[in-house]
């Protein structure tokens, strides 16, 4: 049996290496058009405020609107030799899935990074520029914290934004878990 003191202490442990375990920090963006003529950013950066506040916006402009029909899909890469598939890839229909978020819980969960600082959370038809405006770390390091244990490493979460099944940007965000 363990003493109380030697539960705290195990406590404050593991609550130590929990946080440890989970510090994840923006390592860079990258945004990219396919069809300038479709989609333009604006703007897309990350930014240090602090040593504990950063943040990620970007801003892309659609140029033929409304938007009907949209398909985001979403890989998680590790680095290893070369950016290896890690855990998800996985296409969603934003369309539908905005009619019915209970569906699928994987669209849920990534949707939940970055769904309080976007003005994407509305059904289709989208008819106006997309922000995701101040995404800050700390968010995404309590997003991670719920899917433990991730290794530690580099990682890319690429996506394919297809609009009318034709893949016109491209987001790119690096990320490092130590
Ligand atoms: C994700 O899966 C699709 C379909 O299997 C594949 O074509 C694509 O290359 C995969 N993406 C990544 C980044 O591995
Ligand atoms: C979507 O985001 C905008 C801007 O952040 C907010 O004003 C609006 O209430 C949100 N709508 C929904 C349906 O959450």
């Given at each position: 049996?363990?003493?109380p003191?030697?539960?705290?202490?195990?406590s404050?442990?593991?609550?130590?290496?929990?946080?440890a375990?989970?510090?994840?920090?923006f390592?860079?963006?990258?945004?990219?058009?396919l069809d300038?003529?479709?989609?333009?950013?604006?703007?897309?950066?990350?930014k240090?405020?602090?040593?504990t506040?950063?943040?990620?916006?970007?801003r892309?402009?659609?140029?033929?609107?409304p938007?009907?029909k949209i398909?985001?899909?979403?890989?998680?890469?590790?680095?290893?030799?070369?950016?290896?598939?890690?855990l998800?890839?996985?296409?969603?229909?934003?369309?539908?899935?905005?009619?019915?978020?209970?569906s699928?819980?994987?669209?849920?969960?990534?949707?939940?990074?970055?769904?309080?600082?976007?003005?994407?959370?509305?059904?289709?038809?989208?008819?106006?520029?997309i922000?995701?405006?101040?995404?800050p770390i700390?968010?995404?390091?309590?997003?991670?914290?719920?899917?433990?244990?991730v290794?530690?490493?580099?990682?890319?979460f690429?996506?394919?934004?297809?609009?009318?099944?034709?893949?016109r940007?491209?987001?790119?965000?690096?990320?490092?878990?130590?």
């Amino acid at each position: 049996m363990f003493s109380p003191v030697r539960l705290v202490q195990l406590s404050i442990f593991l609550y130590s290496f929990h946080q440890a375990v989970c510090k994840v920090e923006f390592a860079n963006i990258k945004c990219v058009t396919l069809d300038p003529e479709f989609a333009d950013f604006d703007y897309c950066y990350l930014k240090a405020v602090s040593r504990t506040y950063k943040y990620l916006s970007l801003r892309v402009k659609l140029l033929e609107t409304p938007i009907t029909k949209i398909k985001i899909n979403v890989a998680i890469l590790q680095r290893l030799n070369g950016y290896k598939p890690f855990l998800y890839n996985v296409t969603i229909d934003a369309c539908k899935f905005y009619k019915n978020q209970k569906s699928n819980p994987i669209a849920r969960y990534l949707y939940s990074f970055f769904k309080d600082y976007s003005n994407i959370n509305h059904s289709c038809p989208y008819d106006h520029d997309i922000i995701v405006e101040k995404l800050p770390i700390s968010h995404v390091n309590t997003q991670v914290t719920k899917v433990l244990p991730v290794p530690h490493g580099d990682y890319l979460f690429h996506s394919n934004w297809y609009a009318y099944d034709i893949n016109r940007a491209i987001v790119d965000v690096y990320a490092t878990i130590s």
